[in-house]
Structure formats: C-alpha cells, structure tokens
C-alpha cells in the first residue's frame, strides 16, 4: 500500500472537491481544488464559486476540529501551478513543533513526511482520517 496512490475524496461539490494529500502522507492535510483546472487565480472566480469556496472551507476546518481533532492549521495558495486553482489546508500537529510555526516550514515538514512517513500504517490512518472527515461532511456541502 505504500506505493501505490490513493485519491481520497472528501467532498465534492459543483465547483470544488477536496482531497487527502497522498504524497505527502499527513492525516488531514487536505486540498480543495477547482474542478475547472484551466482557473489559476481566485479573481477568475464568479461570486457564486467564491461564496461556495468559503462555504466548503469553512465546513472543512469544523470537521478537521471537531471531528477530527486538529486545533490548528495553516492555509496556503499559490497562483504558480501547473495544477490550477487549488487551496492547501495543511494541519499543525505537535510533532511538527520543531519545524517551527511559520510559513516557511512546511516545505521541510513535507520533506520529512515523504522520508519517514510513507509506511503502511501511516497510510492507513491518514486513509481513515480522510474517510472519517468524508463521512463527517456528507449532506453538509
């Protein structure tokens, strides 16, 4: 199971999905994405699509707290992808502490995710957390 890729939905909407991130295996850290790849910039967005955009963040982030446990986390965008319009929604856990809290270390939180985190029983937890957050939010979005 450690190899092969998984694609975990969470939530599907009209003009978003949210999804675990399996590269970099870390339970809870989701992304909601446009399904319309060619979008690259939230100024592309109509009102609608925005207004549901925050509609599914919001109801992510009170899963991710109430349901899934996770106290805090870090919201991040970038309009430089090949991927399109997409949305990090990445979890603070404890151990990450000596990352530090800013910006700036996630890129080597994800590092050590992909070097010492890809076993199977990782994957199985982060595969049951997205499960629990997709049950979680079923009728809610």
Not at 29 to 55: G, N, V, Y
Not at 117 to 124: E, N
Request: with cysteine; glycine share 4%; hydrophobic share 40%.
């Amino acid at each position: 199971m450690a190899m092969e890729k998984i694609i975990a939905k969470v939530c599907v909407s009209n003009h978003f999905d949210v999804h675990q991130d399996w590269e970099n295996p870390i339970p809870g850290f989701f992304i909601l994405a446009s399904r319309d790849t060619s979008k690259k910039t939230i100024t592309e967005f109509s009102d609608e699509e925005l207004l549901e955009m925050m509609q599914i963040l919001k109801k992510v982030r009170e899963v991710m707290r109430q349901v899934l446990g996770i106290e805090s986390i870090q919201i991040y965008q970038s309009e430089k992808t090949e991927h399109g319009f997409h949305i990090w929604i990445f979890p603070r856990y404890p151990w990450m502490e000596r990352f530090g809290e800013k910006i700036q270390s996630i890129r080597p939180i994800m590092e050590f995710a992909k070097e010492t985190m890809m076993t199977d029983d990782i994957l199985v937890e982060t595969k049951e957390v997205a499960e629990r957050a997709r049950a979680a939010l079923e009728g809610k979005v």
